[in-house]
C-alpha cells in the first residue's frame, strides 16, 4: 500500500466532525470533495479503512469521548496536566480562531457556549484554501501544504480523541497509518480485532537530537559576534529540520511523520520495517556531521518499538520515557561507529591555519580586511546572519543530494539534498541559482505566507511547491536602516549603567511535566493519561510559545524603545521550551516578566507550568562564552529556590511575586531621588544599599551555618545591627530635606523597620536597581556584575 495515500486517508478522516461542528453536514455529503480524485484513487478503498480505523484507534489510545458528550470547544491541553488534578485550573478553551501569532487567537479562555459563526467562518476558511491547494502537484507536496492548512484551521478544534485537537489528532492518525500502510491485510484484520496486541510491531518511535549546540554558538571571539551569532543559531535549527526531512525523504515518508522538529530535536513515526534503513542512514548522517563540522556537532538518535498495547494510556508514558533514555545512551557512545574520530583534529599549533571565531583549523581559513582570521564556514555564517535579516519566509528546495566539499554552511544541507534561502522580497534573484529542484516547501516565519509570495517561487523554481509556517524568533537589533547593531551598541543603548545584559530562561520540571503530568484518574481508578497525540501536542504548543510569541514580545520591546536610536533587544535562540536573549540590560527584567506571566496565561493559569530565568550584566566586550555560562549559573540559582518559579537578577534570586515587590521599591526609590532633585539625591540609594550589604553579610553567615532554611531569609528575622543604623540615617536623612519628600522618606523608614526589618531584602535589592538605573557614568571596568 501506498504510504503517501495511507496518510492523506488518516489526516482526512476526522474532517466530518469539523463540518458537523460549523453546522455544514448535509450540505457537502463529504466534507473532503476538494481533493483531487487523482489522489484519492491511489489505493484499495478497502485497505485504506482498514489503515484508518487502525491509525485512528491507536492515535486515540482509547481514550474517547463518548459522541454524545462530545465537547463543542477544544480544552487547553494545559488544563488536562498536573499530577494533583485538585490543583490544575478551571476549564480554558481555545479561541476558534485561525491559528497567528496574536493574544485573540493564542491565549485560552473560559467561554463555554460555541461560537456557531466561529465555526462557520474556520470551515468556509478551510474549504476556500482547499480548493486552492495545487492540483498539479505530487501527492508529497499536496500532503504538506494540507497537513499545514489542518494545522492552521483545526488546531482549536476538538476531534474524537478526548482532550487533543483535531489538527494534532489527525497527523498522528496519519502518521500512524502511513506505518501500517506496510501491513498485509489479513494482519490488519487481526489487529483490529485485538486492541491490546503486544505482539506485533507497529511503529518505532524514533528521537533525533543535535549535540554540540551551545559551544557551536558561544564559542567564539568577540570579532564580528554580533552578525555571526543568528546566523549560527538559525544554522542550526536549519539542520536540525534538514536531518528530520532527510530521513522522511530516505524512508519514502511524508511530512505527517515528523512528529515535533524544534529546539535542537525531533521526533519522527517510522514503519518497523525501517529499522535496518534507518540504522545506515544515521551511519552517513554521522560522517556527514564529522566531515562538515569536525566533530564539532554530533546527532543521537534513540528508538522505541511500539506495539498496539503501548499506544493505550499507562504505558505511554514510559515508551516515551524510554527512548528518551536511549537517546541518552546514544549521546554516551557518540561516533564510537566513527573509528578516526578519535584521531587529533585542529590544534596543530598552526597558528596562521586557526579560525579566529571558532578555533578550528581548516584549510580555508582567511583573513577579512580587519585582519580577522576566519573559516569558510564562520564567514558564510555571518552572510547567513546578515541574509537573514528581517526576512519572513524561509524556502526549502529539495534537490538530488550530491557529495560536497566542506566549506560554507550550504555545503552539508546540499549534501542532504537542500537549498535553503531566507526570503525577503528579492525571490526572483535570492532563487535564480537554484537549479534541479524537485519540489519546494515555503515557510513563514511570523505569518502563513501571501499565496501571491508562493506563486512566485512556484513560477521561479517551475516545482511543485507546498506551503506553510515554521515560526522562528528573529530578532536583529538594527542601527540605523540597515547596520546590525554591535554588542557595544547595546550596552550603550542601557539607561544609567553602560552594561550588555544577557537572558536565559527555561520552563521548569518539562521532564516531570511530560512524564507524570498526565496522571489523573479515570472511572474512580489512577491512570497515566498521556498519549502520543496528547504528549506532541503539548511539545508542539510549548514551542509555539517560544518560537512564536516570544518573538513578537522582543519586536514589540525593540519598538517601544524606537527613541533609543538603536534597537535594544537581540535574541540568539528562542525555541523548544528555553531561550537565551542579549541586550540592553535594563529592558531584560521587565521582558522576563512579561515572559513569565504570558506563559501563565497561555498555559490556561495552570500551577505546574512556570519558568525561571537569569540575568547577568556584562561590559560590552566580555567574551560571549563566559556570559552565557555566567547567565547560565544564575538560572540554575533561581532553580535552586524551593519550587523553582523564580528569577536571579543583580546577583540574588527570588521568586517572581517577590520582584513585583522589588520593582515597585525600585519606581519609589526611582521617583524619590528624581523628585527630590538632589535634597536626598543619591545618598538614600547609597544608605539603603550599605544596611542592604550588612544584612546580606548576617544572612549569608547564618545560612553558612544552617541558621537559616533557606538561603532567602525573607521569612526570618536576620538581626543585626544594620537595624537601628538605618532607621537613624533615613531619620537623619528626612530631616535635610522639604515637607513632602521627608514624608515620603520617614514613610520608607516605617515600612521598611516593620515586621523586624524585614523589608530589607526587598528594599535593598530595589536600591541598587535604582542606582544602576541612576547611574550616568559609562564604567569601563569589564565582568559581571
Ligand atoms: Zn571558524
Redesign the pocket.
Known amino acids: 500500500m501506498d504510504r503517501m495515500a495511507a496518510a492523506l486517508s488518516g489526516l482526512l478522516h476526522d474532517l466530518g466532525s469539523f463540518a458537523q461542528l460549523a453546522g455544514a453536514i448535509g450540505q457537502q455529503a463529504d466534507p473532503a470533495s476538494f481533493v483531487p480524485t487523482s489522489f484519492r484513487t491511489r489505493a484499495s478503498q478497502e485497505a485504506l479503512t482498514k489503515i484508518t480505523a487502525l491509525a485512528d484507534r491507536l492515535a486515540a489510545g482509547g481514550l474517547v469521548s463518548p459522541s454524545q458528550q462530545r465537547p463543542r470547544r477544544l480544552l487547553s491541553v494545559f488544563c488536562q496536566i498536573g499530577e494533583d488534578q485538585s490543583r490544575r485550573p478551571s476549564a480554558r478553551y481555545l479561541p476558534l480562531r485561525p491559528l497567528a501569532l496574536s493574544k485573540e487567537a493564542l491565549f485560552p479562555d473560559p467561554a463555554k457556549n460555541d461560537d456557531v459563526k466561529a465555526y462557520a467562518s474556520l470551515w468556509q476558511q478551510f474549504q476556500k484554501d482547499a480548493q486552492t491547494l495545487q492540483r498539479e502537484s505530487d501527492l508529497e507536496t499536496y500532503l504538506e501544504s494540507l497537513y499545514h492548512l489542518l494545522h492552521r484551521t483545526t488546531w482549536c478544534v476538538p476531534s474524537a480523541a478526548e482532550g487533543v485537537s483535531l489538527f494534532d489528532h489527525s497527523r498522528v492518525t496519519a502518521a500512524l497509518a502511513a506505518c501500517l500502510a506496510d501491513l498485509s491485510e489479513a494482519e490488519l484484520d487481526r489487529l483490529l480485532n485485538a486492541p491490546e496486541d503486544s505482539t506485533t510491531p507497529l511503529a518505532y518511535l524514533v528521537e533525533g537530537d543535535i549535540s554540540g549546540v551551545q559551544r557551536f554558538i558561544y564559542t567564539l571571539t568577540s570579532k564580528g559576534v554580533a552578525k555571526g551569532l543568528r546566523g549560527r543559531s538559525f544554522y542550526l535549527q536549519l539542520l536540525n529540520e534538514a536531518i528530520a526531512r532527510y530521513i522522511l525523504r530516505e524512508l519514502n515518508l511524508p511530512i505527517t511523520n515528523l512528529i515535533y522538529v524544534g529546539g535542537g530535536h525531533f521526533y519522527l513515526l517510522i514503519p518497523p520495517r525501517e529499522g535496518e534503513r534507518l540504522y545506515r542512514i544515521q551511519q552517513t548522517l554521522e560522517e556527514l556531521l564529522l566531515k562538515h563540522h569536525d566533530g564539532a556537532l554530533y546527532l543521537a538518535l534513540g528508538c522505541g518499538e511500539l506495539r498496539a498495547a503501548d499506544f493505550q494510556a499507562d504505558n505511554f508514558s514510559g515508551k516515551w520515557r524510554e527512548v528518551g533514555r536511549s537517546v541518552g545512551e546514544a549521546k554516551r557512545r557518540r561516533f564510537a561507529n566513527v573509528p578516526h574520530l578519535f584521531q587529533p583534529r585542529g590544534h596543530g599549533g598552526n597558528e596562521e591555519g586557526e ?1 579566529q ?4 583549523e ?1 584549510k580555508d ?1 582567511t583573513a577579512d580586511s580587519e585582519g580577522v582570521r ?2 569558510a ?2 564567514r558564510s555564517l555571518e552572510d547567513l546572519g546578515g541574509a537573514l535579516g528581517r526576512s519572513q519566509v524561509l524556502a526549502l528546495g529539495q534537490i538530488a543530494p550530491a557529495e560536497q566539499e566542506a566549506g560554507g554552511w550550504e555545503a552539508l544541507l546540499a549534501e542532504l539534498g537542500f537549498k535553503v534561502a531566507a526570503l525577503d522580497n528579492e525571490v526572483e534573484r535570492r532563487l535564480s541559482g537554484w537549479v534541479g529542484v524537485t519540489r519546494a516547501t515555503v515557510l513563514g516565519l511570523r505569518d502563513f505566507p501571501e499565496a501571491t509570495l508562493v506563486a512566485r517561487v512556484a513560477r521561479a523554481l517551475r516545482c511543485p511547491v507546498a506551503t506553510g509556517v515554521r515560526y522562528t524568533v528573529n530578532v536583529t537589533p538594527r542601527k540605523g536602516q540597515y547596520e546590525v547593531a554591535t554588542f557595544e551598541d547595546l550596552q550603550e543603548a542601557s539607561i544609567g549603567l553602560k552594561r550588555l545584559g544577557v537572558l536565559r530562561m527555561d520552563v521548569d520540571d518539562l521532564g516531570y511535566l511530560f512524564g507524570q503530568g498526565f496522571r489523573g484518574t479515570q472511572n474512580g481508578k489512577p491512570r497515566n493519561l498521556a498519549t502520543l497525540a496528547r504528549v506532541a501536542s503539548l511539545s508542539s504548543l510549548m514551542s509555539l510559545f517560544f518560537e512564536g510569541w516570544v518573538g513578537e514580545l522582543c519586536q514589540k520591546v525593540n519598538e517601544e524603545n524606537r527613541d533609543r536610536g538603536v534597537d535594544v533587544l537581540y535574541t540568539i535562540y528562542s525555541g523548544g521550551d528555553d531561550l537565551f536573549i542579549v541586550g540592553a540590560w535594563d529592558v531584560l527584567p521587565g521582558l522576563a516578566r512579561t515572559i513569565r506571566e504570558d506563559l501563565g496565561r497561555f498555559a490556561a493559569g495552570n500551577p505546574y507550568v512556570h519558568v525561571s530565568a537569569g540575568i547577568t550584566l556584562h561590559g560590552g566586550k566580555y567574551p560571549l562564552y563566559l556570559a552565557a555560562d555566567d547567565a547560565a549559573g544564575a538560572l540554575e540559582g533561581a532553580k535552586g529556590l524551593s519550587g523553582k518559579d523564580a528569577l536571579t537578577f543583580l546577583g540574588e534570586s527570588h521568586h517572581w511575586g517577590d520582584w513585583t515587590e522589588v520593582d515597585d521599591y525600585k519606581n519609589e526609590l526611582h521617583g524619590l531621588v528624581h523628585t527630590s532633585q538632589g535634597q536626598v539625591g543619591r545618598s538614600l540609594l547609597q544608605v539603603l544599599q550599605r544596611m542592604y550589604r550588612q544584612y546580606r553579610d548576617v544572612r549569608d553567615a547564618l545560612a553558612e551555618r544552617g541558621g537559616l532554611r533557606a538561603r532567602n531569609g525573607k521569612d526570618q528575622t536576620v538581626w543585626g545591627p544594620y537595624m537601628w543604623q538605618s532607621a537613624y540615617l533615613l531619620t537623619r536623612l528626612a530631616d535635610r530635606v522639604g515637607n513632602d519628600v521627608e514624608k515620603r522618606v520617614l514613610e520608607l523608614r516605617d515600612r521598611l523597620s516593620a515586621n523586624n526589618f524585614r523589608a530589607i531584602e526587598t528594599v535593598g535589592l530595589a536600591a541598587r536597581w535604582a542606582e544602576a538605573l541612576t547611574r550616568s557614568t559609562s564604567h569601563t571596568k569589564e565582568g559581571d556584575e
Open positions: 579560525c571565531v571558532c578555533h578550528a581548516r581559513v576566519k573559516c564556514l564562520c
